[in-house]
């Protein structure tokens, strides 16, 4: 069998400024949760059998307090984030199991499935459906890959080096020094993706890097200048890479057969009647249909 593992916030937003606004009845704006369980649908309607949804109940997570400028739901149109829930409660009621994180963020839940999933061998491969940068250090060899399927693009663990010149295992390394500003935290001054690129795919990590230059890789230019910053905020890169390392403890699921979609529950005609969606309910039948 194959698991997909679905990042439902990059979905919502994805979504969110790809479709027109609708509300239902009670005003509710509900454009992108029918856009995210379209594409849902369409993924089961291609044969997925197994399948997983994480979002972010809330955009805050523990690391808010670990460093104060981490992403925040400050800026987000309420019209998107009043979606979540209902994205959530659509989804369950379409027979999909949903992880709605509060503490842990999604990405968390989606690595943390994804290493509980390759554990099973039943399981052929396994897909993290995101193209979020911070998912490349979950990827294994071809069993476990990441997938963003807007682009139709799947990156192994040799996409992985290809595209950021390092294992995935280096990720977190790596975006300490270079930053990430989509949730918050600047890098290392003087760190760029080339010279990350460069001493990580020498040293595997933070701590693997010497001290002393006269150690350092001949390849790796403007050494001493990336040796005094990363040494003289050291602190800081070792707090970034918390940051950008995802958890593999969050709560997802006991066995791989909890994924199996095994069709609606009986309140999704319903849903589907407040979502304003009569062919949502009838692509859902369709699939449902062979699988009895």
Same mark, same amino acid.
């Not at 010149?165 to 500003?181: F, H, T």
């Not at 001493?199 to 933070?206: A, I, N, T």
């Not at 693997?208 to 350092?216: F, G």
């Given at each position: ?58 955009? !805050?997570? %523990? ?13 987000v149109a309420p019209e ?7 994205? !959530? ?14 503490? %842990? !963020? &999604?990405?968390? &839940? ?65 975006? &300490? ?15 760029? &993706? ?20 006269? !150690? ?10 990336l040796s005094e910053s ?25 066995t791989v057969e909890e ?8 309140? %999704? ?24």
């Amino acid at each position: 069998m194959d698991v997909h593992l679905i990042d439902g916030t990059y979905e919502l937003f994805r979504h969110f400024f790809a479709v027109p606004a609708i509300a239902d009845a009670s005003g509710q704006e509900i454009g992108a949760v029918r856009g995210v369980l379209a594409s849902v649908v369409s993924m089961i309607e291609k044969g997925a059998t197994h399948l997983g949804v994480a979002t972010d109940h809330v955009v !805050e997570s %523990f690391r808010n307090d670990l460093y104060p400028g981490y992403k925040t739901s400050e800026g987000v149109a309420p019209e998107l984030l009043s979606q979540f829930p209902v994205l !959530e409660e659509a989804l369950q009621s379409m027979g999909v199991l949903v992880w709605p994180e509060v503490y %842990f !963020e &999604a990405d968390d &839940a989606l690595a943390s499935a994804a290493t509980s999933a390759a554990k099973d061998a039943q399981v052929r491969q396994v897909f993290i459906c995101t193209p979020d940068k911070d998912l490349a250090q979950s990827v294994v060899g071809t069993r476990v890959v990441q997938l963003d399927r807007r682009r139709e693009i799947l990156r192994d663990e040799a996409g992985v080096v290809e595209k950021f010149g390092v294992k995935p295992q280096s990720i977190p390394d790596y975006l &300490a020094v270079v930053g990430d500003s989509a949730d918050g935290y600047p890098g290392v001054a003087g760190w760029g &993706a080339k010279a990350a690129a460069l001493v990580f795919s020498q040293y595997s990590h933070l701590e693997d890097i010497p001290k002393d230059l006269k !150690e350092w890789h001949p390849s790796i230019k403007r050494a001493r200048g990336l040796s005094e910053s990363l040494f003289g905020a050291w602190d800081d890169a070792l707090l970034f890479r918390t940051l950008a390392t995802l958890r593999l403890d969050a709560p997802v699921f006991d066995t791989v057969e909890e994924l199996r979609w095994q069709g609606p529950r009986a309140d %999704f005609e319903e849903t589907c009647r407040r979502l304003k969606a009569p062919d949502l309910l009838r692509r859902v039948t369709a699939a449902k249909s062979p699988r009895q």
